[in-house]
Structure formats: structure tokens, C-alpha cells
């Protein structure tokens, strides 16, 4: 079984920044697409940032410039470093990956963390 743990979530003030960590831990063949999604309350859940197994990485328009997403392949870990922090990038925030893990056989899925709360306040 894969499972995907999330950290650095928090409080923070208006143009401050955090970092979230996402490891994914178990018998782990490879990891693909990894990324960040956040859900504000009410509504679905949105993609923030992706990051493909060559480092490839694309944003959502309202956070290019301000956050980074970067991976650690050989800690099965993805990041996301957000500055310049802003109260409408308060949500709740997942990791997700696409993995291909071992149990007897090959499996493919996507798994999500737990999800971790950002709190900007102005």
C-alpha cells in the first residue's frame, strides 16, 4: 500500500511564505505526474501546480511567479514553496501522484494525501 504523507501547512500573514512537503512512501516502482491541488470551502478542488517525471512544471495563472513546485525523486517527496502569500490562497491544500507501486504485481494509480490547511491572514 502507497500512501502520501503532507506537512508545512499553517498560518501565515499576507506576503509571507511556507513550503509543503509531500512523501509518498511504500513499495514505490516509479512515480510519474506528481502535483499540488487546494479546495476552498465549497467549492472543487483545483490543480496549483504539476510536475511531470522530467521536472516539467505548470501552474494555475494565479499562482505563476509566486509558487514553486519542485520534486526530490529520490526521497519520492514533492514540494511546493509559495511566496508572496496572499488571504485568497487560503484553501486546503493535496498532494497527488501517480504511481506505479508493487504488490505481487505492477499497479498504477493516483494516490492524495491527507491535505494540509493554509491559513493567510491579511
Known amino acids: 500500500q502507497v500512501q502520501l504523507v503532507e506537512s508545512g501547512g499553517g498560518l501565515v500573514q499576507s506576503g509571507g511564505s511556507l513550503r509543503l512537503s509531500c512523501a509518498a512512501s511504500g513499495s514505490i516502482v516509479s512515480i510519474n505526474d506528481m502535483g499540488w491541488y487546494r479546495q476552498f470551502p465549497g467549492k472543487a478542488r483545483e490543480l496549483v501546480a504539476g510536475?511531470?517525471?522530467?521536472?516539467?512544471?505548470n501552474y494555475v495563472d494565479s499562482v505563476k511567479g509566486r509558487f514553486t513546485i519542485s520534486r526530490d525523486n529520490a526521497k519520492n517527496t514533492v514540494y511546493l514553496q509559495m511566496n508572496s502569500l496572499k488571504p485568497e490562497d487560503t484553501a486546503i491544500y493535496y498532494c497527488n501522484a501517480d504511481i506505479v507501486y508493487y504488490n505481487h504485481r505492477s499497479y498504477r494509480a493516483v494516490h492524495w494525501g491527507q491535505g494540509t490547511q493554509v491559513t493567510v491572514s491579511s
Open positions: 510536475i511531470s517525471s522530467d521536472g516539467t512544471a
